[in-house]
């Protein structure tokens, strides 16, 4: 009885979870090409922080100084580097008149290290339009073209895009995946793409494209200075100010490699999860919940059914129920993890790896909520913070 109560409860859970997952991306409206590209538009301020980035940040320049939009002024800033990063910088800048390289001040007490780079290149930009940039990102030739249009149309105070996920590795094609279909399951994107809702926001700091009247009404990074999950927090200060603000599908224009290997997956994710759960103890179990049943415990009950149908004593009509929803269950499952693989551009056999991603996800949720709740902080690119 206990088993057809699982299975009972791990079917409506997998429905819920599919029907959130369509809606995501039926919500989920994608920008397109402009039509006015190459014409000129208002100034936009491209601004884009790195700190030890060298392997990323010329490719991520080089792609914004190919945008056709004529009207840009591009804003690095050198965030204290310890590696090659300010060299790659100076070398840029002696290529391209558009580009200025700040020199990023020693981090001020209070403030997370991406929030004061952030602000303090902020006022140094002109443009209309502020454009932040994570250095790991690389744009297609029309991407700013097409975002202003989009923004523009749509009377927008704030656009932040759904970015191509480059995934080469092996631990960020088991991971990644996992995090982001989460992430998109979490998500309740239309009320953050409703003005009538202005406490719900959510933002991709990979790509932000924000209105600098905005920008000063809401505060700008100033405001969410001790901030770890800055863009999101920059969102909801813009809505809440009575600007539009939408979490659009950019995947045709942004790309980003946002971790290499294991340990900037781990660091990066645990990081952020707990934080982006609203640091409630509720939220994790619920997401531990969920992701367990919607990829562990599919196959677990599928194994378990199979192992008393093959027994020795004979098969019961209760395994063989067992049995033939948990198949329909790891079906789906196994479906919805292809699918996100395909939408994340990794090779669909990655699937089969989803219950040890699934594993990971849970257990990096637990250590970010442990390391916060316990005081020992986060950890990013050699800095600690208290959040």
């Not at 919940?289 to 027994?311: D, K």
Request: aromatic share 8%; glycine share 8%.
């Amino acid at each position: 009885m206990a088993t057809l109560g699982l299975l009972a409860g791990v079917t409506v859970l997998l429905g819920v979870i599919a029907w959130r997952a369509v809606e995501f991306f039926a919500a989920l409206e994608p920008v397109v090409a402009s039509g006015s590209r190459g014409e000129r538009g208002p100034l936009v301020s491209v601004i884009v922080p790195a700190r030890n980035e060298a392997p990323n940040v010329g490719r991520c320049l080089e792609s914004v100084c190919r945008q056709d939009y004529s009207a840009l002024e591009v804003l690095a800033i050198d965030d204290n580097s310890t590696d090659d990063t300010p060299r790659i910088l100076a070398r840029l800048a002696e290529d391209e008149p558009r580009l200025r390289v700040l020199a990023g001040a020693p981090l001020a007490p209070g403030w997370t290290g991406k929030n004061f780079a952030l602000a303090q290149a902020a006022a140094h930009a002109q443009g209309e339009w502020l454009l932040f940039l994570d250095a790991d990102t690389w744009l297609e030739p029309g991407t700013i073209s097409a975002a202003v249009a989009h923004a523009a149309e749509r009377k927008l105070g704030l656009l932040s895009l759904v970015t191509r996920q480059e995934l080469a590795g092996f631990w960020e094609r088991v991971i990644q995946p996992v995090v982001l279909l989460v992430i998109a399951l979490a998500l309740p994107l239309k009320a953050i793409n409703d003005s009538r809702r202005p406490g719900v926001a959510y933002a991709n700091g990979q790509f932000l494209l924000v209105r600098a009247a905005a920008y000063e009404k809401a505060g700008g990074h100033a405001a969410e200075r001790d901030s770890v999950v800055e863009d999101s927090a920059l969102a909801r200060a813009v809505k809440a100010a009575g600007f539009g603000v939408q979490l659009a599908d950019g995947r045709g224009f942004v790309h980003v490699r946002m971790y290499r290997g294991l340990q900037q997956t781990w660091e990066g994710w645990s990081k952020n999860s707990f934080l982006s759960a609203g640091r409630r103890l509720r939220n994790v179990a619920l997401l531990v919940v969920c992701i367990s049943a919607l990829i562990l415990v599919p196959p677990l009950l599928l194994l378990a059914g199979m192992r008393e149908l093959l027994s020795a004593t004979g098969a019961s009509s209760g395994a063989v129920l067992t049995s033939a929803v948990a198949a329909l269950q790891w079906a789906l499952a196994f479906y919805l993890t292809w699918r996100c693989e395909r939408e994340v551009g990794v090779p669909g056999r990655y699937a089969f790896t989803a219950p040890l991603g699934a594993a990971m996800f849970n257990a990096l949720l637990c250590y970010s909520a442990y390391r916060i709740l316990s005081g020992h902080g986060v950890s990013w690119k050699g800095r600690q913070y208290q959040p």
